[in-house]
């Protein structure tokens, strides 16, 4: 069965510090997977998608994820953090025979000025 | 182009009733995808319709079922409510329901609470 792990509950940085979240996903194959940031009150917005092909993912607010097949790993990144991006970050995976997504549990990140 | 919408924003019920929380999915998309997020949880998927059919479902009981409609708005609804589906209910509208280009967008949600 599918299952995505985000290890860091709660990560704090200051205010244009660089950023990594983790996350690890178990799949018998590769999945696509995603980044989503979900803000309070607010729904979940698309960061990126891997699918195939380049393992270093460009997204949208500055983010890129690299896909690691030996590690099993999708992280997150950002070279320098703005207070904006205080919010919660979610994992996610899906499976490419039109499996249903599956969330990790979320990583809040805190931001200090 | 218009976002996914959802209503009501809070519902509050009590044990044993029913409640239908409803979507409407962005312009042009024919799939919707419903999710229960519980407090400090990642959303859980429960189900897919794709063109009016259930098209995918999780781990959730009978008693959680759906509807998506010609114009492919959709509801959710919970019978027989427990305390435990206490939760925001999440819609997501997509074209299409394969991964390769399932871009899911997501509405703002319903916080619903079960006392």
């Known amino acids: 069965a599918q299952s995505v792990t985000q290890p860091d509950i709660h990560i704090t940085v200051s205010e244009g510090a660089s950023l990594e979240l983790r996350c690890n996903y178990s799949y018998g194959a590769t999945p696509y997977l995603f980044w989503y940031v979900q803000s309070p009150g607010q729904g979940l917005q698309l960061l990126l998608k891997?699918?195939?092909?380049?393992?270093l993912v460009q997204g949208i607010k500055g983010f890129e994820a690299e896909f690691k097949r030996s590690q099993s790993s999708f992280n997150l990144r950002k070279p320098s953090v703005h207070w904006s991006d205080a919010a919660e970050y979610f994992c996610?995976?899906?499976?490419?025979?039109?499996?249903?997504?599956?969330f990790g549990p979320g990583t809040r990140l805190s931001v200090l000025p | 182009e218009t976002g996914v919408t959802q209503s009501p924003t809070h519902l509050i019920k009590t044990r044993g009733q029913q409640v239908t929380l409803r979507c409407s999915s962005q312009?042009?998309?024919?799939?919707v995808s419903w999710y229960q997020q519980a407090l400090g949880q990642g959303p859980q998927f429960i189900f897919q319709?794709?063109?009016?059919?259930?098209?995918g479902r999780g781990n959730f009981p009978p008693r959680f079922s759906g509807l998506q409609f010609p114009n492919y708005s959709s509801e959710l609804n919970v019978n027989a409510l427990e305390l435990d589906d206490s939760a925001l209910y999440l819609c997501a509208s997509s074209l299409g329901s394969q991964p390769s280009y399932n871009e899911q967008f997501f509405g703002p949600g319903t916080r619903l609470t079960v006392l």
């Open positions: 891997y699918f195939s092909g380049d393992t």
């Open positions: 312009s042009g998309h024919n799939t």
């Open positions: 319709y794709y063109r009016e059919e259930e098209n």
């Open positions: 996610a995976s899906r499976g490419n025979y039109g499996q249903n997504f599956v």
